[in-house]
């Protein structure tokens, strides 16, 4: 991939951690115009103007999951969307738990390198990273108040989908990540701080984080017990042929025993 001369690795910050792999397809500064590679066609694309790929994303998705890009649209964007936000959210969370540091992600300031419709790299501006707080309001805010809250509308701008199924995505991914990050100091207060019931950044919206995953006592054997359920479904099951659970699906609670013993993901 061509970078121009200002963009940067995000990874640079935390050199010679395990934290590197997590952000390292996040640049600081703006990418070279996107060109064909012998994998596909890059598109450069200002993060505001992702609405505009609808057609190159649900093209891409239908490829690897099959199904119908208009019928089936809103299965095809959640699944998207996970691919998403595991370019963008663990850049954010390595920079304010593991830096301690604010990250600018506010869309209008961000380019998203597109392969094929896929993301391929996010581009943040050269001034992203903040100074230094011990207040996670202030390292989170442009997280959730600005990149997440904006994406999330545009996705859910492309097709009928509830913007709480993109939230549990989002919250199953950074129950996910704290859970790997739990011996960075901090981690466990700034889990409960975004998890916690409560409105995160004013309004009068209650947190659409709160409470992601949650232990829960199933009425199968089968299942683990307590089983650890994310509260929405990532509705991934809509798509045809998908009729494999993940294994923190809610939907799991609901199943016979003769229809838990066909989902290979609790075995």
Not at 106 to 128: I, K, Q, S
Request: aromatic fraction near 8%.
């Amino acid at each position: 991939m061509t970078m121009s001369s200002d963009a940067k690795p995000f990874a640079t910050f935390v050199a010679d951690t395990p934290y590197a792999a997590y952000v390292e397809r996040v640049w600081l500064g703006m990418p070279a115009e996107a060109r064909r590679t012998g994998e596909g066609m890059q598109v450069r694309v200002p993060l505001t103007g992702l609405a505009t790929q609808r057609e190159a994303i649900l093209g891409a998705m239908t490829l690897r999951y099959g199904g119908d890009a208009d019928r089936h649209a809103r299965a095809l964007l959640s699944q998207w969307s996970k691919y998403y936000f595991g370019l963008a959210v663990p850049a954010a969370l390595v920079s304010a738990l593991v830096l301690r540091r604010p990250l600018d992600m506010a869309p209008e300031r961000c380019v998203l390198l597109l392969n094929e419709g896929m993301p391929e790299a996010l581009y943040l501006p050269h001034d992203a990273p903040g100074e230094p707080t011990d207040d996670p309001a202030r390292r989170y805010a442009s997280l959730v108040g600005e990149q997440l809250r904006g994406v999330i509308d545009m996705i859910a701008s492309m097709t009928k989908i509830a913007p709480r199924v993109l939230w549990s995505n989002v919250g199953n991914l950074l129950d996910s990540l704290f859970e790997r990050c739990a011996a960075v100091p901090g981690a466990e207060r700034d889990a409960a701080w975004l998890f916690e019931s409560r409105v995160l950044f004013g309004g009068d919206e209650p947190n659409p984080l709160r409470t992601p995953v949650r232990d829960v006592m199933p009425r199968s054997t089968l299942l683990p017990a307590p089983f650890r359920a994310r509260r929405v479904c990532c509705v991934r099951y809509e798509i045809p042929g998908e009729d494999q659970l993940c294994a923190s699906c809610p939907l799991l609670l609901t199943m016979s025993d003769e229809e838990l013993a066909l989902q290979e993901g609790i075995r």
